[in-house]
């Protein structure tokens, strides 16, 4: 009996032995072939049936490593450290540490499970180069590797200043860098605001061949965003025709007899859409972009797209409802809530927009969006200083005086949580008359409220200008309708517009100020006022005043604009010190060029020229021309810095007498 139960165990080892043979043998066969799952099926068999067998413990790590479940197979080699060798650990070291760099960048993930995968890839890699540095193997093929992935891993996590930093390091130490992740690497110097470097790289990973059709489109889309910051323009629109030429609507599977939409075309299509926006035509932009989200309503990036467009023409209010759209599609998008957050600013919605950035300061520090609506928001809280100064030569203006001077400081603090922010602000103005010289000075106060649809402002005033101190009140509103249209409304006790020669001779006035504008695409506006004043020494003046703004032409660094403006006036008496005609008509059009001579990013100099020549009608005389030549030069930074000088000479007359006049201007608008 007891000889019968040995045979028969020796029967069962040799039958397990055997099927565990067998078994690594088919797992073999199906390795070297591309039926990788069938070989993991055959060694996971062989494992289970001699689970302390070496060699099925190996061919069943190197299955698992087959069939790219890296993490199994570098826990299995962990549990078995004599299956594999020390060189093989380390393969499967950085294999599993690759794998969560490949989870960290696929974009069906959600932004923070992307940070976190990449955040644990990156620990493994930073741990593996100091280990591996320790035992001397920085020389080696699987350090080398490591410190490429390295790269991918900081791209996925957006850690672009590391990344290149790296990168360069890399160079330095005459490292070879793959082509596969020369397109990471120019997006990492495009992030970080380095165009010409990512123009380079993203060249270079376009002339490598590959077969992702995707990834290539991708780089192709990135490269014409690099040259655009660049500065080439011509260059990038001309690359972006080549590539939509190349493409078509739908593309072809094998196997697959019905075509299938060709996402590609989409993605080129939408930045085709994107395009006029570097040359001015925002409005061309938006027809585009509509053309193409009603063609494809499910596309959110399409509605993010046109609500960015419509926010950069000034039509918050069709943004707010294209945003919303997106937001049903994408609810956590961090472009979406980003521009969201940028639009709600414009609006004045000072509590939804805080809300918006506080979300995507939290959940997408690292976005470039979210960067920028946080600039945005920290300049609303900044102190903002405006100065201006106006310097004119005059044979004997009637209005201004001979050599007449004015600036004005206005300082407004920043605004708090309910739209509020206040002001205080001083002015000197000086003029030359035959009465004698005038030197005016005044102090004023206010405050300001700003929500949506609706500004009103107020200030006291006090002022002097030879006759004592004179108590001046201003309030103000403007409010919107929609998107094209807004009305306003001032009226002023003692304002310090009145003219110079009024106040010389004690005269001082109240003026009541309505107007209507409108506002269209690409710099279209339009504005009708009405201002009737009433002077102290019993005359009434009427004024009306037409001024308009067309584009004529619009490329990346060049515009021109045709310009008008209607202005009328009728005063009830002309036996008064001052310039006070009965009635007159001024038909003053004029063309604006102006050119960019340097902008990187947000930083722009342009200057202008203004050619201008209309008709001058005052009764009682006859009429004569008008005519004015000026220059202007302008630096801007973003919304912190605007500097505008400018020098203007006209030519027109005064009761009937022509008059020669040059006048310097310079405007400062500073935050800090």
């Given amino acids: 009996m007891g000889s019968e139960k040995k045979r028969s165990s020796s029967i069962f080892r040799a039958s397990v032995q055997a099927g565990c043979v067998l078994a690594l043998a088919t797992s073999a066969a199906h390795g070297t072939t591309p039926e990788i799952y069938q070989a993991l099926r055959q060694a996971q068999n ?8 070496t060699q099925a413990r190996r061919q069943y790590i190197f299955a698992l490593r087959d069939a790219r479940l890296s993490n199994a197979a570098l826990a299995m080699a962990q549990r078995y450290p004599n299956a594999v060798s020390s060189d093989e650990l380390r393969v499967l070291q950085a294999d599993e540490a690759a794998e969560l760099t ?31 540095q320790k035992q001397g193997l920085s020389d080696t093929a699987i350090y080398r590797r490591i410190e490429l992935d390295r790269l991918q891993a900081l791209h996925a996590r957006q850690s672009m200043q590391t990344l290149v930093d790296t990168y360069e390091a890399m160079q330095r130490r005459g490292v070879t860098i793959p082509s596969y992740l020369l397109n990471e690497i120019a997006s990492a110097y495009l992030y970080l605001k380095q165009p010409e470097k990512a123009t380079a790289l993203f060249q270079a990973a376009l002339n490598a061949e590959r077969l992702d059709s995707a990834e290539v489109n991708d780089d192709e889309l990135a490269y014409y965003y690099a040259l655009q910051e660049s500065g080439e323009h011509a260059a990038a629109r001309a690359h972006l025709t080549a590539l939509s030429n190349r493409q078509g609507p739908w593309r072809r599977v094998a196997g697959n007899p019905q075509p299938l939409p060709n996402e590609n075309f989409l993605n080129t299509a939408r930045t085709s859409a994107i395009d006029p926006i570097y040359a001015g035509q925002v409005g061309n932009a938006i ?73 995507a300061v ?47 400081a206005t300082l407004y603090t920043p605004t708090s949580d309910n739209g509020m922010r206040y002001f205080g602000g001083a002015g000197y103005a000086q003029g030359d008359f035959e009465e004698g010289e005038l030197n005016q000075r005044w102090l004023r106060a206010g405050a300001q409220w700003r929500t949506r649809d609706l500004i009103i402002e107020g200030d006291v005033s006090s002022q002097q200008y030879g006759y004592g101190t004179k ?50 695409k690409d710099d279209s506006q339009w504005l009708l006022a009405f201002a009737p004043t009433r002077f102290s020494d ?39 010190p001052y310039f006070s005609p009965r009635q007159d008509l001024e038909v003053f059009p004029g063309l604006v060029l102006t050119q960019t001579l340097y902008q990187r990013y947000d930083t722009v100099v342009t200057h202008s020229l203004q ?33 505008q000088a400018n020098v203007l000479g006209v030519r027109r007359p005064y009761d009937g007498k022509q008059e020669r006049e040059l006048r310097f201007q310079l405007e400062l608008n500073l935050r800090f």
């Fill in 46 to 53: 062989a494992y289970q049936l001699a689970p302390d067998n």
């Fill in 102 to 132: 490949r989870l960290a960048s696929t974009p069906s993930r959600n932004q923070e499970e992307r940070y976190r995968l990449a955040d644990q890839a990156l620990q493994r890699y930073d741990q593996y180069l100091n280990d591996w």
């Fill in 287 to 359: 027809d585009q972009l509509q053309q193409l989200a009603d063609e494809a309503p499910r596309d959110a990036g399409l509605r993010i797209a046109l609500g960015n467009a419509q926010y950069l023409q000034g039509f918050h209010r069709q943004a707010e409802v294209t945003l919303k759209q997106a937001e049903s599609l994408e609810p956590q998008n961090p472009e979406l809530i980003s521009a969201q957050g940028m639009n709600a600013l414009s609006l004045h919605e000072w509590e939804q927009a805080r809300l918006l950035k506080d979300y």
């Fill in 362 to 408: 939290t959940h997408y520090p690292e976005s470039p969006a979210t960067q920028r609506l946080k600039e945005e928001w920290e300049t609303q809280q900044k102190y903002e200083l405006q100065i201006s100064a106006v310097r004119g030569h005059a044979t004997d203006s009637p209005v201004t005086g001979g050599k007449d001077f004015r600036t004005e």
């Fill in 471 to 520: 108590i001046g009140a201003r309030a103000a509103a403007t409010a919107w309708l929609n998107d094209q249209w807004q009305v306003g409304a001032q009226a002023a006790w003692r304002p310090v517009s009145t003219p110079m020669r009024a106040l010389k001779n004690n005269i001082w006035g109240k003026r009541l100020d309505l107007w209507v504008q409108r506002n269209g």
């Fill in 538 to 576: 019993g005359n009434q003046r009427f004024e009306a005043r037409l001024s308009g703004r067309e584009r004529l032409y619009s490329s990346a660094e060049f515009t021109a604009h045709l310009e008008l403006d209607v202005s009328a006036s009728r005063n009830s008496r002309t036996d008064v």
């Fill in 611 to 643: 050619l201008r020549a209309g008709l001058y009608k005052q009764r009682d005389y006859s009429a004569g021309s008008v005519m004015a030549v000026g220059y202007g030069v302008r630096y801007q930074t973003g919304k912190n810095v605007d500097i």
